[in-house]
């Protein structure tokens, strides 16, 4: 998603909760909600981790004012 934040690989935002993080990165960078939110949700093929755990809630779960949050792609296989 670089290509949107015009090359940063970090950038800061406000939000409580990963819903707000992407509606406040959503203003400052247009086009990064549709890469990560389909029906209101986080996409199947995206996992989010704050502050280094991923995240069950998805949408829900809430942010510090300090947090890290990743957007990764979600990792499958196996056999």
């Known amino acids: 998603m670089q290509n949107l934040t ?3 690989h970090l950038v800061e ?6 819903r707000r993080v992407i509606e406040n990165l959503e203003k400052a960078f247009p ?3 549709e890469r990560l939110v ?4 986080i996409k199947p ?3 989010v981790a704050v502050d280094g755990e991923v995240s069950p809630l ?3 779960e809430k942010v510090a004012e300090n947090s890290e949050v990743h957007f990764l792609p979600a990792i ?3 056999d």
Not at 13 to 18: A, L, S, W
């Open 6 to 8: 015009n090359g940063e």
């Open 13 to 18: 935002v406000d939000g409580t909760n990963v």
């Open 31 to 33: 086009g990064i909600k």
């Open 38 to 41: 389909d029906d209101d949700r």
């Open 45 to 47: 093929n995206i996992s």
């Open 58 to 60: 998805g949408m829900l």
């Open 76 to 78: 499958g296989g196996g």
